[in-house]
């Protein structure tokens, strides 16, 4: 049986049962293939919409990157609002912004519905890696107010930083008092709860081999099959494998994490005052927050192959000593890396193929986009579509190069970025 890769998440997860592995042939309205955050918002969503459900999971319950991602509760999309509202104009940038910044409204609702104990912390600082990075998050702030009534966010200047990060690296920001950060496993662990109470039937180490979009759909697995009337495909960066059509819509990215050893209240406060996740405005940036038990839990680093460095906490020190010159030579305790789903234009797919609705494609914001996602998903199968085909309206755009290239032109593009990054 499968066991959570090793990491900070796996080590202080709540208590959680096994599920089987499917076995023969069952039946539902609906199955869901992938035990992530968009695979049981679904299945939940669905089953409390009065559907009977069978959710599929390959390996563990939040295995991929829903129970290893840096736990960072960001509103919005990739995208900022100016660019939305250049590419799309203002009725669409106005749905769209909307969707992203009720994304976090959706998750802080689940967790106070099913009381999951997930380590739920608020507040987030969007920190200014240059001085002109800090002109645009003035002009988002004022176009968010304009365009969404969002008056809640607050420009820091450079000399407050300190009030929210004690590091010299940052010429100021944006804090969102409404964003925040969680323990991922221990989300995913409670919805499955959830899931399991309204009646989701789930299985583990049940792998997705083929599936069958058509009336009905069909998932077959190595031991059994499931027969339902709409199926939906939450796999993220591991799609490619199932659903070819998907293989050059998204690129599977290695992010690495390490948690510190305990610093103490007093000394880990000092690090982060504000106590908020903290994300850096460059496009290959740092993201890090404190945990419940007063570690620093960073990730950082560029690495584009799935081969992951021989000592991750190696690996990530360099990039955390640096913005934390302060924690010089601290222990770390965990290191471990996972894949995240990339677009090439960092936007979220999401569509339907015969009878399978999918989503997939975060690009670094799932932790928020997901719970939305699975609802949105079965308010389109109840025929209340309009803002499920608003997301699925976002352009898509297949990688270059081919089967062959693909990855090559994929990583000499961002080796570019992260250079520009540098100047």
Not at 180 to 195: C, E, I, R, S, V
Not at 311 to 325: K, L, Q, Y
Not at 332 to 355: A, E
């Amino acid at each position: 049986m499968t066991e959570h890769a090793p990491s900070y998440y796996a080590a202080t997860a709540n208590p959680a049962p096994r599920h089987p592995a499917l076995a023969g042939e069952v039946a539902a309205d609906v199955v869901v293939v992938g035990g992530g955050f968009t695979g049981l918002s679904a299945a939940l969503s669905a089953a409390e919409a009065g559907y009977s459900v069978v959710l599929l999971e390959a390996k563990r319950i939040g295995w991929g990157a829903s129970g290893r991602n840096g736990g960072q509760m960001i509103p919005g999309m990739r995208w900022s609002a100016s660019d939305l509202l250049s590419e799309f104009g203002e009725t669409r940038a106005r749905g769209l912004i909307a969707l992203g910044l009720e994304a976090g409204e959706r998750v802080r609702a689940r967790i106070a519905k099913h009381n999951i104990a997930c380590d739920l912390r608020d507040g987030h600082f969007h920190a200014a890696w240059k001085p002109a990075h800090l002109d645009a998050i003035r002009r988002e702030r004022d176009l968010l107010e304009h365009l969404a009534g969002c008056d809640r966010l607050q420009v820091v200047e450079p000399a407050d930083v300190p009030r929210f990060v004690a590091t010299g690296a940052y010429h100021g920001g944006l804090y969102d008092p409404e964003g925040g950060h969680l323990h991922p496993l221990n989300y995913a662990l409670g919805l499955t709860d959830a899931a399991t109470a309204a009646g989701v039937r789930i299985f583990e180490d049940s792998p997705a081999t083929a599936m069958d979009h058509g009336t009905p759909v069909y998932v077959t697995t190595p031991h059994g099959r499931v027969k339902a009337r709409m199926g939906v495909l939450a796999c993220d960066s591991d799609v490619g494998g199932l659903e070819q059509r998907f293989t050059g819509a998204m690129m599977p990215i290695a992010n690495y994490n390490v948690a510190t050893a305990p610093l103490g209240e007093d000394k880990a406060r000092a690090l982060i005052p504000s106590n908020a996740s903290v994300a850096e405005s460059r496009f290959v940036l740092n993201y890090y927050r404190l945990t419940a038990d007063h570690r620093l839990l960073f990730g950082g680093g560029e690495k584009y192959t799935p081969t992951p460095p021989a000592d991750v906490a190696g690996f990530v020190r360099p990039f955390m000593e640096r913005i934390f010159p302060q924690l010089r030579g601290v222990r770390i305790d965990y290191g471990w890396g996972g894949m995240v789903g990339v677009t090439r234009n960092r936007l979220p797919q999401f569509g339907r193929i015969g009878n399978t609705f999918y989503a997939h494609g975060y690009s670094g914001h799932g932790v928020l986009l997901t719970t939305l996602a699975g609802e949105l998903i079965v308010d389109a199968m109840r025929g209340t579509a309009e803002r499920f085909d608003l997301m699925a309206s976002l352009p898509r755009h297949d990688f270059p190069g081919g089967k062959l290239l693909r990855h090559p032109i994929h990583v000499a593009g961002m080796l570019w970025y992260a250079l520009r990054d540098r100047l």
